[in-house]
């Protein structure tokens, strides 16, 4: 039984999956979404707001 309850927003992925599970886990751990993970994979930009964003994801995570 495990001591905290597992967060609201976890991605659900397979650990052997195909390039999208692998995409979801980055953008989980980024704090992006998968979209805006592909769209800055794509372009190769990734603007000071979506670090902000993202920043402020995995911080709240971790202040639940």
Same mark, same amino acid.
Do not use: C, N, Y
């Given at each position: @039984?495990? =001591? ?10 397979? %650990?052997? *999956? ?7 886990? %980055? ?5 992006? !979404?998968?979209?805006? $993970? =592909?769209?800055?994979?794509?372009? *190769?930009?990734?603007?000071?707001? @979506?670090? /902000?964003? $993202?920043?402020? +994801?995995? !911080?709240? +995570? /971790?202040?639940?």
């Amino acid at each position: @039984m495990p =001591l905290f309850a597992p967060l609201p927003d976890r991605p659900q992925f397979v %650990i052997d *999956g195909d390039d999208h599970d692998d995409a979801v886990i %980055i953008a989980w751990v980024e704090g992006a !979404t998968v979209e805006e $993970w =592909l769209e800055a994979e794509r372009t *190769g930009v990734t603007t000071l707001s @979506m670090h /902000v964003k $993202w920043w402020w +994801r995995r !911080t709240r +995570r /971790v202040l639940r």
